[in-house]
């Protein structure tokens, strides 16, 4: 398969540019492995929270991560706690990075930052390119596997890794729920209706906790990297930043809030997360009870989770719009993300209404 299709940093987006040498002077010191010096610095274009560069000194070659330039929500951009989050995990669940070092010095880049290795490998993120042949039976492939590797990271043995004190379990759904509708109020900056409503139902249907795992909180597809040579197959998970210990249903419901079938509505499918509706994927009933197959564990109110995963989505929208109106973020992509925000909780309501995923 060609090198083009394997995920590639672009250039730095600007008012996002780090001092490279500063920033080669620090990693001299303090991570003299990365090699060669001049250090080049790139920025990968997916996300929209933590930002994340590639660092190029000869032929080594790194991953720097850092929180957004403007970021209201200090606890959601913790680098130290992803940081220690992928060395306990690494060992325990090695499709998730290898960190090499963490600094909490701020006057290097102007925020706490944490370096890993790269993985190489091939992102999909709104369509799939027509070079990796993942259509039909293939395509099916990836989303079924998908789907077992979620069952897998919640199958990890968090105790044993180092990780219980992650989070805290036990009221975890409630909080979530009231957490995410605070955070919501915080942030808002227009009168939408249908997201107090989508609010509402979520506190006053509130499900008790169903166990403890190992969440990743942010799973979807272009969070995976797939093998260059067989992009059916996963080699590696992305993006720790909202790991923690909780209910894994709430992290299949957001998971199946980023699935869109053929059948949502136009706009619904119009900001799509990911090839999800392509000829020969699996629909969110295929998903669900694969899940169930795969992790032993019965769902037995899969639309609540799902409601959630589409408010959650709804909220950090929000929260990205209320930085850019701030003037917190120059990020022209965020200008006009607003409406984002309605079609996930309109399309929460609309399931709702028809009462099935």
């Not at 990365?34 to 080594?60: C, K, M, W």
Request: glycine share 8%.
């Amino acid at each position: 398969m060609s090198t083009d299709l394997i995920d590639t940093p672009r250039d730095v987006r600007p008012g996002e540019e780090l001092d490279a040498t500063v920033l080669a002077r620090y990693l001299a010191t303090h991570l003299p492995e990365l090699g060669v010096l001049p250090l080049e610095i790139r920025q990968f274009p997916g996300g929209h929270s933590n930002l994340t560069y590639a660092l190029r000194a000869g032929d080594n070659e790194y991953v720097l991560r850092r929180p957004p330039f403007g970021s209201k929500v200090k606890s959601a951009h913790d680098m130290g706690r992803e940081y220690r989050v992928l060395s306990r995990l690494h060992a325990a669940f090695p499709l998730a990075p290898e960190p090499l070092h963490y600094c909490e010095d701020e006057s290097v880049i102007g925020a706490r930052f944490y370096v890993m290795r790269r993985l190489r490998g091939v992102i999909v993120r709104r369509s799939i390119p027509p070079e990796l042949g993942l259509t039909g039976d293939r395509l099916r492939a990836l989303h079924l596997g998908l789907v077992d590797n979620l069952a897998r990271i919640h199958g990890v043995d968090y105790a044993a890794a180092g990780l219980a004190d992650l989070g805290k379990p036990e009221g975890y759904v409630e909080r979530q729920v009231s957490g995410w509708i605070k955070r919501y109020h915080d942030s808002k900056t227009d009168d939408l209706p249908v997201v107090d409503q989508v609010a509402r139902w979520l506190a006053e249907n509130l499900p008790g906790d169903s166990g403890a795992a190992l969440l990743h909180n942010d799973y979807k597809l272009d969070n995976l990297v797939l093998s260059p040579d067989d992009p059916t197959k996963i080699v590696g998970v992305l993006d720790w930043e909202m790991a923690t210990i909780g209910d894994p249903l709430l992290d299949l419901g957001a998971a199946l809030a980023y699935w869109i079938e053929p059948d949502d509505d136009a706009t619904v499918r119009m900001m799509r997360w990911g090839p999800t509706d392509e000829p020969g994927g699996i629909r969110r009933a295929e998903f669900l009870a694969r899940y169930q197959e795969a992790s032993g564990r019965a769902v037995p109110n899969p639309l609540y989770y799902f409601v959630f995963g589409c408010f959650k989505n709804a909220v950090i929208i929000q929260q990205i719009y209320y930085r850019y109106k701030q003037g917190l973020t120059k990020d022209e992509r965020f200008a006009n993300i607003l409406p984002g925000v309605f079609i996930c909780c309109q399309h929460a309501a609309s399931r709702l209404d028809a009462g099935t995923l």
